[in-house]
């Protein structure tokens, strides 16, 4: 069942998304060569406290961090560790959930660290674009269809792959909440969306086959050929008046910033 909002419920959100922004936006400058992902870890959770939130991840299943760190050619849910260290070149995955007065906000950022090379920064750009068109599509009464469809296109339209076997889902009282959000389909197709619906909308792409393995941790999940992926996601809410993004600060996020 798809659990609609109200606008002082889409207003909370958007006050958990506030301090989402600002710890990605803190991660994205902190980090650099020679970095390890525990201390990103770290300084996102002194952040999200020292706000007034609470990180969403941690201990959601087990999951032992309060970001997802996931670098080069690991898709998502990547555990911090001290044992992972960031190298000029690389591109790093950072999703960070808070939850705050009850309400989830939940967003990632795909980062260079130093010099990436051009075609790493182009999977991220495109990774970026088709989050935007996703977002664009959020209309009251488009259907599901059409948000898979505008990352798809955005993306196969791009010379890039669409990983399929992880999705977008609601989002607000808990982190996963019904619908679930493809990042593929047919425009016209799938359930319809009414105002007050939120979602966490988040293309994951790569730079090769779109088939995954998970590792032996049972969380972080890699491309099965070793290729590049980038994820960008943000928290929208469809209204009456169109997408209202949920993860900003002051309207901006370090999400929406040119690559």
Known sequence: MIHRKSQSDLDRMAAAGAIVAETLALLAESARPGMSTLELDEIAERHI??????????????FPGSICASPNDMIVHGIPGDDVVLADGDIISIDVGVTRQGFVADSAVTVA????????LQLMRTCQASLF?????????????????????????????????????????AMHEDPQVRNYGEAGTGTPLKSGTTLAIEPMI????????????GWSIFTIDG???AHFEHTVAIT??????????????????AI
Request: charged share 20%; hydrophobic share 40%; aromatic share 4%.
């Open 113 to 120: 660290i130093g010099n990436a090379p051009e075609p790493a």
């Open 240 to 257: 009456d008046d169109g997408p209202r993004v949920l993860t900003l600060v002051d309207g901006d996020s370090v999400v929406n910033r």
């Open 133 to 173: 068109a996703a977002i664009e599509a959020c209309q009251p009464g488009c259907r599901l269809g059409d948000i898979g469809a505008a990352v798809q296109g955005v993306v196969e339209g791009a010379g890039f792959a669409v990983v399929r076997d992880l999705v977008g889902h609601g989002v607000g009282r």
């Open 206 to 217: 790569t730079a090769g086959s779109h088939e995954i393995r998970i590792d032996a941790d």
């Open 49 to 62: 406290r020292a706000a007034g939130g609470v990180p969403t991840f941690k201990g959601y299943r087990g």
């Open 227 to 229: 290729s590049l992926a």
